[in-house]
């Protein structure tokens, strides 16, 4: 694994595509422990989740349907503060078990906007989410993260859906943004 060049910024290797399969198939068993006698709906939270999501349903032993909707937060590698919703959720799912399937929890602002959202509007049996990475040092909301795949600092990522301005998305292993180049 070598650095990469996204756009102006480069970006040192940080986990490589088998121990992010290793951390993807735990937190899917552990889920389908809580739900094996369920069907629960998994929704990606478009559209960094879209690896994530894929490799958690490839290692997802149980019943279960999928759904998506589209939140954004993000300019360049710093969250705007402000989440606004870009596409709605894809299948109705009142009185179902829903799992929120998230790339990445840093501020918490994307997560509270969605447990407002299916509280206000969708009214499901409940709510978990399940997201592959935490940056707990920027954490500061109180909902409850069901299921964390792996918690990492507060270090701007790329690769595994993860993107820099929508590059970088492709790339099946992750990568984090060269020392002292945060603020560039």
Do not use: W
């Not at 559209?47 to 939140?71: R, T, W």
């Not at 799912?93 to 509270?112: C, M, P, W």
């Not at 997201?131 to 701007?156: A, H, R």
Request: glycine residues 6%; hydrophobic residues 35%.
């Amino acid at each position: 694994m070598e650095s990469v060049q996204i756009h102006d910024k480069t970006f040192v290797p940080y986990l490589k595509d088998p121990e992010i399969q290793e951390i993807v198939k735990a937190t899917a068993l552990k889920i389908y422990e809580d739900y094996k006698d369920e069907t629960p709906v998994f929704i990606g939270v478009l559209n960094g989740v879209i690896l994530f999501f894929s490799d958690l349903l490839k290692h997802y032993p149980g019943k279960c349907e999928i759904a998506f909707l589209q939140m954004s937060s993000y300019a360049g590698t710093q969250s705007t503060g402000i989440v606004y919703q870009k596409m709605e959720l894809t299948k109705d799912i009142k009185d179902r078990h829903i799992i929120l399937v998230e790339d990445i929890v840093d501020t918490g602002n994307t997560v509270e906007s969605l447990f407002q959202y299916f509280k206000e509007t969708q009214r499901p049996k409940s709510v978990k989410l399940a997201t592959f990475l935490l940056k707990p040092d920027v954490y500061k909301k109180d909902f409850k993260l069901d299921y964390v795949g792996k918690e990492i600092p507060n270090k701007f990522v790329l690769g595994y859906g993860l993107d820099y301005d929508e590059l970088g998305r492709n790339l099946k292993d992750l990568y984090q943004l060269e020392e002292g180049r945060i603020n560039e």
